[in-house]
């Protein structure tokens, strides 16, 4: 069964703080790895799908990348407008997506 | 705005009645999608739609739960008999068939249960 695991449940940051979020993943055959964020009360917002291992895409203050075994999204410069739940999932058999359990990021100002 | 709109977006009810939830996904998109979130948890997919078939449903989703998509538009979720550990929120998603490997879907803000 694929499994999604997420790294910190928590993290709290000073504006301009750079840091990362991780996202270790088990399936059988990657077929795309996701990064969505999610503001509260809110549905999820798509931001980047990644294919490969060594592929990097970037949005504004947020890169994602992917190798292996897992993903990371780096947050440079992060502004109190970042502050959110960001979310990794993976494609199921039948392309639904199977998502971690998230990162609630607090950028302080 | 022609994004994902669900109805309601709150309902409090008591145990053991029956709820319906809404959902009007982006009108070109054929694939609906419902997923299910409690606090502190990512979205757990319970079930989906091409047009109006019903292709999978996850084993989260209890002879309780129906879900219909009648003439591929809109969507309704039934749950019946409720339980205190149906109060989560809803969520319904769509997208185009054409782009299902991006992984982009397209989320409403959710319908939110609470059963007391």
């Known amino acids: 069964e694929d499994q999604v695991t997420q790294s910190p449940e928590a993290l709290r940051l000073q504006e301009g703080e750079s840091s990362s979020l991780n996202c270790s993943y088990t399936?059988?055959?990657?077929?795309?790895l996701f990064w969505y964020r999610q503001d509260p009360g809110k549905g999820p917002e798509f931001l980047f799908t990644?294919?490969?291992a060594g592929e990097e895409k970037e949005k504004e203050r947020l890169k994602a990348t992917l190798t292996k075994k897992e993903s990371f999204l780096h947050i440079t410069a992060p502004k109190p407008e970042d502050s959110a739940t960001y979310l990794c999932?993976?494609?199921?058999?039948?392309?639904?997506?199977?998502f971690g359990s998230g990162t609630q990021l607090t950028v302080l100002p | 705005d022609t994004g994902v709109s669900q109805d309601p977006r709150h309902k409090i009810t008591k145990r053991g009645q029956n709820v319906t939830f809404r959902c009007d996904p982006i009108?070109?998109?054929?694939?609906l999608y419902w997923y299910r979130q409690t606090l502190g948890q990512g979205p757990e997919f319970l079930t989906y739609?091409?047009?109006?078939?019903?292709?999978?449903k996850s084993r989260l989703l209890s002879d309780r739960f129906s879900a219909e998509r009648p003439k591929g538009s809109f969507s309704t979720l039934e749950i019946q008999r409720t339980e205190q550990g149906d109060s989560a929120m809803y969520l319904c998603?769509?997208?185009?068939?054409?782009?299902?490997?991006?992984?982009?879907?397209?989320f409403g803000e959710g319908s939110r249960l609470t059963v007391l």
């Open positions: 998603a769509s997208s185009h068939s054409g782009t299902v490997g991006t992984g982009e879907l397209f």
């Open positions: 399936v059988s055959g990657l077929r795309g």
């Open positions: 990644l294919y490969s």
């Open positions: 999932a993976v494609p199921g058999s039948a392309r639904q997506l199977t």
């Open positions: 009108s070109e998109h054929n694939r």
């Open positions: 739609f091409q047009n109006e078939a019903q292709l999978e």
